[in-house]
């Protein structure tokens, strides 16, 4: 088998080299979740604040797809680092089956769920509670592709070919961002079906995304070689889940803990679920630095866990945390001086000034914070101890928020409620720097 270049291109130009084509790939698809709410904005602030409730259980769906991601890329990374292609091909297989699970799971827990889910986060608004169950039930119920873009994008990831990525997503954000406009408003002779078309502008997308993650592993990752088949190599499917379930968990513990922040926040009013919501949105665009190279950092250290570098491994995670936070100073800068400027995107009335300004800068505090945790997150990941990383996770975007945000609550101010995000992510970094240090260094004692 060829040597592949996560083992030799000198780790400073590595990191960044993978994780650049992923930084512009996220980009690309949180600014089409952006103009998402930029056009739903324009519907009505209770549209707005009806796909913002929607994010936690939309979180869950993607968790699936997310805990087989993780799992994929670090499964089949280990295997291409020890020259294994059986188990490269069985992993793929199983990659592919598991998707096919997830989607049908999303479907059950959408017929169960989502009506239930809106009319006790709505407030007792029915029009948010109306707006909210025609676009999570489509997302839901049309999940196919999302789950199988997950799995197509990981090969690309997992093969150290991370540059054919954005041809995938941006195949899913272009179709999304034609769509979007004409379905939610009408053009063109359709009628105008406000949050229903842009959920159905999102899963046409994810679809187009999928099929072309498909046909470009085909014909440009030979590497990986895939099939769909109901009876997959059970060992890989059990590998997969061992190492993705742990992010599958903390995203859906996340998810909970997100709808439970949504209940804190709509007591002060439900323009403060609104400004939550963009703000969410905003930090999916500016944090796309650590996430690119988080992304990228996973294949390389497992791969060189694979090849048994320890030294590449150890210089991965210093680069990393000197380029995510290098990249991030940038919009951080912008959210500090200008943060109303970018809440005017959003058609932002005076109510929703108020709130979002100093929520903006705020939590622009608590995603610089973020990037020490993150990266040993992937690190630890890329080592297969899903459970560590899971530690971090949990602890950090979970846990400690919604406790700091229980207590900080009777205080009776709005924005101490976004300053609990800020102290959790002070108390994550010794907790992961420990983690790595008792586990990781551990794990590459060769």
Same mark, same amino acid.
Not at 185 to 198: I, K, Q, S, V, Y
Not at 321 to 329: D, E
Not at 369 to 394: D, N, R
């Given at each position: ?23 512009? &790939? ?36 993607? &968790? ?6 993780? +799992? ?23 990659? !592919? ?50 789950? +199988? ?16 990525? !954005? ?21 063109? +002779? ?122 590449? !491994? ?14 991030? /100073? ?42 020490? +945790? ?5 690190? /630890? ?11 971090? &996770? ?53």
């Amino acid at each position: 088998m060829e040597e592949n270049k996560m083992g030799t291109v000198p780790v400073s130009r590595l990191v960044i080299s993978m994780g650049l084509p992923l930084m512009l &790939s996220l980009l690309i698809s949180s600014l089409y979740n952006f103009v998402d709410s930029v056009f739903v904005a324009r519907v009505s602030e209770d549209a707005l604040t009806a796909i913002s409730l929607a994010a936690p259980m939309q979180l869950i769906v993607s &968790s699936l797809g997310l805990g087989n991601a993780v +799992g994929l890329n670090a499964v089949i990374s280990r295997a291409l680092g020890e020259k294994n292609p059986k188990k490269v091909k069985d992993a793929a297989s199983a990659a !592919i089956f598991i998707a096919f699970c997830s989607w049908i799971l999303n479907c059950i827990l959408c017929l169960a769920f989502a009506r239930i889910y809106f009319e006790s986060q709505s407030g007792g608004n029915e029009a948010i509670a109306s707006y909210g169950i025609q676009y999570l039930s489509i997302c839901m119920l049309a999940s196919f592709g999302q789950m +199988g873009q997950w799995v197509f994008d990981r090969f690309v990831m997992a093969s150290g070919k991370s540059h054919l990525f !954005i041809f995938t997503l941006s195949a899913a954000s272009l179709t999304n961002l034609i769509l979007d406009p004409i379905f939610i408003f009408g053009w063109f +002779g359709l009628p105008r079906m406000e949050t229903a078309g842009a959920a159905l502008a999102t899963v046409i997308g994810q679809f187009m995304g999928c099929l072309a993650g498909m046909l470009i592993n085909k014909k440009w990752n030979p590497e990986i070689p895939f099939a769909f088949t109901l009876k997959p190599d059970w060992e890989s499917v059990r590998e997969i889940i061992q190492v993705g379930f742990p992010s599958t968990l903390v995203q859906i513990f996340t998810s909970v803990v997100n709808m439970a922040m949504n209940a804190i926040v709509i007591t002060f009013s439900s323009t403060a679920v609104a400004a939550f919501g963009i703000c969410t949105k905003i930090q999916n665009i500016t944090t796309v630095g650590v996430h690119g190279i988080t992304n990228g950092l996973i294949p390389i250290v497992a791969y060189n866990y694979g090849a048994k570098q320890k030294e590449r !491994i150890r210089q991965s995670i210093r680069y990393g945390i000197l380029y995510g936070g290098g990249l991030f /100073l940038i919009f951080f800068a912008v959210l500090e001086s200008c943060p109303g400027f970018v809440l005017k995107l959003f058609d932002a009335s005076d109510n929703l000034m108020n709130i979002g300004v100093p929520a903006l800068r705020i939590l622009a505090v608590a995603y610089l914070l973020s990037i020490p +945790g993150l990266i040993y997150q992937a690190s /630890l990941q890329g080592l297969s101890l899903g459970k560590e990383s899971m530690y971090i &996770s949990m602890t950090r975007q979970a846990i400690l928020p919604l406790v700091f945000a229980f207590i900080l609550k009777w205080f009776g101010n709005l924005n101490l409620i976004w300053v609990s995000f800020v102290l959790a992510e002070l108390c994550g970094i010794p907790l992961a720097m420990m983690l790595w240090k008792r586990k990781g260094e551990k794990q590459i004692q060769f």
